[in-house]
């Protein structure tokens, strides 16, 4: 089982990576497509995280045109999800 500590240092990592992504990330998705202007909101992305079996949600952050979930599933085992802002489908 991990400890805090290996905790923190795991979603430091996520972050890190994120940070990384971000600008690629920006270049296709800072603008909605053609025919999606809503965004999905934080409490829905939430929502769609626990249908994929997310039970604590750690950490959620908008990068973009994504919602980027860190939490674990019922099992305790550390998930990342990526959700789209604008239609709410899981990403690569």
Do not use: C
């Not at 805090?4 to 992504?21: K, P, Q, Y």
Request: no cysteine.
């Amino acid at each position: 089982m991990m400890n805090f500590r290996g905790r923190m240092t795991g979603l430091a990592l996520l972050s890190a990576g994120v940070a990384m992504a971000a600008p690629a990330l920006s270049m296709t998705s800072n603008q909605p497509p053609p025919g999606k202007p809503a965004l999905l909101s934080e409490h829905g992305a939430r929502q769609i995280a626990w249908r994929f079996g997310i039970t604590h949600v750690e950490e959620i952050a908008r990068s973009g045109g994504r919602w980027e979930i860190a939490g674990r599933d019922r099992d305790g085992n550390e998930t990342v999800l990526d959700i789209s802002a604008y239609d709410g489908r899981i990403l690569d």
